[in-house]
Structures are given as structure tokens and as C-alpha cells.
């Protein structure tokens, strides 16, 4: 499976602080992405970051990419008790003819008030 | 919301019994992925599917099998159920079959096999 690692699994903080989690993938890539799940629902996408970015914003949120080093990371700044989801990577894996997303184990992510 | 809708939302079936699950894409999107998701897991890649044909595949058995409508409406069928396949499926849609654009979600079906 290339299916990547997500680290730490679990993390616990309280409101107000940041958040930071990490993802490793395993083959080069076209593009990475963190999507938010909560309560074993559906995935929202939250950021698309590609190979030849190393830096992206959105809001709250900050994704860097190391592509020698295959490794992401999520910063959320200011944590809500809201942002409580699985938080996972998912790398974008083509071949002729169709798209997959290759998504990692996640990291459950516990924002008390 | 994505716009994406999945039915229905739980399910339970005995072991050998089939399943199908179903999928609205979003408006204006003609590619559908069905993905499987173990408690604790990431989800997994099962199948893809582009104007109505299969164009790709995870590591899934034949029993895992699709269609897609033209409508663009997608099932997921699911014969000789066995307990591993007791998962979250979450059906995602896209605009272009090679896209590098972000997959948009449904709720999932969260099937059950006793």
C-alpha cells in the first residue's frame, strides 16, 4: 500500500493554541491535501498544496511541503473547539487515465475549551 | 455541503448477502470514486469511474463492483458480503478524470455485516 503516515496519531490541546501535524508519503507526487473529518462523517477538503509549492495559507491554516524530504504539515493557529476532527493527508496519484487520492492513517486532533 | 448525497446512511447485512450503495455526484461533475474506510483508517481507493466506465481500480476484489448513470449518479454493489467489509464508503466527485482539483465528499454509508 503507499498509503502515508500521519503523526502524531492523537493530539490534544486546549483553545487558543496551535495545532501542528505532520504527514510522510512515500512516491513522488503531484499534488498533497488535508482534508478534515469529523465524527466519522464525511471528508471536507481543506487545502491543496502542489510539488512545486513549499508554502500555502488559507485562513487559520498553514501546509508546507518538503518534496526531498516527502513529508507535509498542518498548522492550525488558534485553535477552536470546533476544529475537534481526524485530520488526514491525502496524495494525489496519477496514471494513465484516472486520479486516485492515497490518503494516510490520520491524526485525531482534540481542541478542549 | 458539497452537494454530494449518499443512501443510505447506515445499513446492516448478514454475511453473503449482497449490497448497494448509492451515490449523487455534484452538479456538473462527471467523474465519481468510491473510497473504503475501516474504523481508525484512512480511507482507501476502490474504483473510479468516468462517463459511465471504470477507468480505474484500488485493490479490491471483483465482488466490489460499480456503475455510474448518465446522470452521473453512481452505485456501488458489494456481493458475498464478508465481515472485513463491515466500513465507512464514501463516494467523491470530480470535474475532470485526470484532475488535480480537490475531490468533493459525501456523508458515506456506513455498512455493517454481522
Known sequence: SQQGEEDPQALSIQEGENATMNCSYKTSINNLQWYRQNSGRGLVHLILIRSNEREKHSGRLRVTLDTSKKSSSLLITASRAADTASYFCATDWMNTGFQKLVFGTGTRLLVSP | ???????????IKTRGQQVTLRCSSQSGHNTVSWYQQAL???PQFIFQYY???????GNFPPRFSGLQFPNYSSELNVNALELDDSALYLCASTTQR??????????????TVL
Open chain 2, 98 to 111: 485526470e484532475s488535480t482539483n480537490e475531490q468533493f465528499f459525501g456523508p458515506g454509508t456506513r455498512l
Open chain 2, 51 to 57: 462517463r459511465e466506465e471504470e477507468n480505474g481500480r
Open chain 2, 40 to 42: 481508525g483508517q484512512g
Open chain 2, 1 to 11: 455541503e458539497t452537494g454530494v448525497t449518499q443512501s443510505p446512511t447506515h445499513l
